[in-house]
């Protein structure tokens, strides 16, 4: 409704809000912004298609679910400075937002980081910093502002409802061959509430999922309406397409009458393929992962635990790209031979600075216990853009690998003008330098105290802002049960498969994998901020129902260990957000298996889908 031509206009000061202009849609009713992506020519791409589907999906709006609430803490001290405490999980992007806001240099907003709580993608704007400023201003004293969950739910930056139309011409063995897909994404009354307020949702050029079609035409819409602003959430843009995409290509399996898994191996991306601009793909495992799937995908189907009750088995296969962005760190020897790492990031729950510790202690040859981190505020630390979009291994991995190499060529230079020898002949290992002739080693405490001032500083930027070439590829395979008297579906196991290179640390590795599972979940079977002419109904987390422990399925992960190649150190690939992209496809696929009713919106268990279980029983 909010783009027809006759529709009110929400914004009509847009032309000087600070969209790019690449995305730009001047000549749309109430577009916040629009990108496109071409390959091939899709026009001659149909008429050389024996067959053509076309499907549209909707999916629902969604919470991020972090459990601590937002809060903020500002302060105005003496010399006007302003003091921000914020559970943000970028604060040097609050920082420059806020400057620019307030017309101050970024040195006079001094952001400190404290523990987030959770967030998700949802604590990723400034919110309600500015509004505690103005208020500390008046009053001259610090102004804390504490969300009640009830504000959280009715006024946050939930994950976009969309609206998505797919249409897929393919040839007759089954290759897919163009596709044109348009999705619409609810962008509610402001974009702001998005990292950056330029940003637009990125995932939606996803539409052409992990597979090789010489020909798409895909474009990506974010519309103004007078709902909640959405924000950004785990995949953000993504979630919505990938479910789209997976259920439209089980639709066409069905369809042609191919196996779903089969026709997906048909598809998949191989080595020398590329994206849907052309974006060349490196390292490719997307039909490693899928044959791996298949070794449990032609496993017998679970038995119903109910009598009359039925059981489906699902897959999803997706593709999902590696996280950028620009990162400092700083690396300091003590003088007890310990270091401390410098960062300006808080750990938010992804155990982003145990990897850390383990890279630098890796590097250096020493316990992880040895490492210790110090999280700065944004006049002391160095520079981060933020963890997001799964790309702190990859980002901030980097940047720390450098920091200890550097100090280690600082280290090894010391130890050469101590020994009187040229830097060439000394080498470092097992936290020394050595000597070429073997013999003659010296550790940290030693090389410290060799220093009549700072023992050592080892400091590295890493710009990661282009797109790594290797991507991640993943596979589900999910068993369902559904009783058709009450539509109700139980998720019962879940089998995922994960494309990796090196893992850095198993533990926080299998965390992502298993909290991308149960957020996936959520989406799928249970979660939806309820609205009433644009009035969120669902104000408490009695109302909105988030997956508890009872509603964790049986679930196996699987790690396919073919890719040798990755952006982070040691080749090491994230995890992450890709571990959610499956899950409500898979879903939706599996109930589609066992009670043959097709549903093309979420969550099944209540809403459309599950009337739409119902209306099949009644009939």
Same mark, same amino acid.
């Given at each position: ?25 001047? !000549? ?7 990108? *496109? ?6 026009? =001659?791409?149909? *008429? ?79 919110? /309600? ?38 249409? $897929?011409?393919?040839?007759? /063995? ?50 103004? $309406? ?55 793909? *490196? ?8 044959? *791996? ?22 897959v999803a296969l997706t593709c999902r790209h590696i996280g950028q962005g620009e990162s400092g760190a700083e690396l300091l020897l003590e003088r007890e031979g310990n270091v401390r ?5 808080? !750990? ?28 700065? /505020? ?8 933020g963890i997001k979009g799964q790309g702190a291994t990859h980002v901030t991995g980097q940047a720390v690998s450098r920091a200890t190499q550097a100090l280690i060529e600082t280290l ?17 290992? /097992? ?8 013999? $003659?080693?010296? !550790? ?18 890493? !710009? ?15 068993d369902v049960e559904v009783d058709p008297e009450t539509g109700q579906v139980d998720v019962r196991q879940v089998n995922t498969f994960h494309d990796v290179s090196v893992v850095i ?50 679930? =196996? ?63």
């Amino acid at each position: 409704v909010a783009i027809k031509p006759d529709a009110i206009l929400l914004h009509p000061d847009y032309a000087s809000y600070a969209t790019p202009s690449a995305s730009r849609a001047p !000549d749309l009713r109430n577009i916040q912004s629009v990108i *496109r992506a071409e390959k091939g020519d899709v026009d =001659q791409g149909f *008429r050389e298609s024996d067959k053509v589907f076309e499907h549209t999906f909707r999916t629902q709006m969604v919470h991020q679910g972090y459990i601590e609430p937002t809060t903020s803490l500002v302060d105005v001290d003496g010399e006007g400075r302003v003091l921000v405490w914020a559970a943000t999980q970028s604060p040097f992007s609050a920082r420059d937002q806020l400057a620019q806001f307030l017309d101050l240099p970024n040195d006079r907003v001094i952001v400190h980081p404290i523990v987030v709580g959770g967030s998700f993608g949802g604590k990723d704007y400034v919110g /309600d910093i500015l509004v505690a400023y103005y208020l500390a201003q008046q009053t001259g004293k610090p102004l804390r502002i504490v969300r009640t969950y009830a504000e959280e739910l009715m006024a946050s930056a939930p994950r976009h409802p969309s609206i998505i139309r797919l249409r $897929t011409g393919i040839k007759k /063995d089954g290759r897919l061959w163009a596709r044109d897909a348009h999705v619409i994404f609810n962008g509610g009354a402001y974009g702001a509430f998005k990292p950056s307020p330029p940003a637009h949702m990125s995932g939606g050029l996803t539409m052409g999922g992990a597979y090789r079609v010489p020909h798409t035409r895909l474009e990506s819409m974010c519309v103004y $309406t007078n709902q909640v602003p959405g924000g950004y959430m785990r995949a953000s843009g993504e979630l919505q397409t990938v479910f789209s995409v997976e259920s439209h290509m089980d639709m066409i399996a069905n369809e042609i009458e191919m196996d779903p898994l089969e026709f997906r191996l048909i598809n998949a991306l191989e080595e020398g393929d590329s994206n849907y601009v052309g974006f060349q793909y *490196r390292d490719i495992q997307c039909r490693e992962v899928a044959l *791996r799937a298949r070794e449990v995908y032609q496993q017998p189907k679970l038995a119903p635990r109910k009598l009359g009750n039925l059981t489906g088995r699902g897959v999803a296969l997706t593709c999902r790209h590696i996280g950028q962005g620009e990162s400092g760190a700083e690396l300091l020897l003590e003088r007890e031979g310990n270091v401390r790492l410098v960062v300006g990031i808080l !750990d938010v729950g992804t155990g982003v600075h145990i990897i850390h510790k383990q890279i630098v202690a890796e590097i250096l040859g020493i316990e992880p216990e040895r490492v210790f981190v110090q999280v700065s /505020d944004t006049n002391r630390a160095p520079y981060h853009d933020g963890i997001k979009g799964q790309g702190a291994t990859h980002v901030t991995g980097q940047a720390v690998s450098r920091a200890t190499q550097a100090l280690i060529e600082t280290l090894r230079a010391r130890a050469a003008v101590h020994w009187g020898v040229d830097p060439a002949r000394i080498e470092w290992k /097992d936290g020394q330098v050595w000597l070429e002739d073997g013999k $003659t080693t010296m !550790d940290l405490s030693r090389l410290a105290a060799l220093a009549p001032g700072e023992p050592g500083r080892g400091y590295a930027y890493y !710009d990661g802002r282009k797109r790594p070439r290797e991507h991640i590829f993943q596979a589900m395979i999910c068993d369902v049960e559904v009783d058709p008297e009450t539509g109700q579906v139980d998720v019962r196991q879940v089998n995922t498969f994960h494309d990796v290179s090196v893992v850095i640390n198993p533990l926080t590795h299998q965390g992502q994998i298993e909290g991308g599972l149960i957020q996936g979940l959520g989406m799928a079977v249970c979660e939806e901020v309820g609205l009433e002419d644009g009035r969120v109904t669902t104000l408490s987390l009695g109302d909105y129902k988030l997956p508890t422990t009872g509603d964790i399925p049986v679930h =196996q992960t699987i790690l396919v260990c073919g890719a040798t190649q990755g952006p982070g150190p040691f080749n090491a690939k994230p995890a992450a957000e890709h571990a959610i992209t499956p899950v409500p496809a898979a879903v939706v696929n599996a109930v589609y298996n066992g009670r043959g009713v097709r549903i093309t919106e979420h969550p099944v268990n209540t809403g459309e889908g599950c009337n739409g279980l119902l209306s099949r029983h009644k009939a």
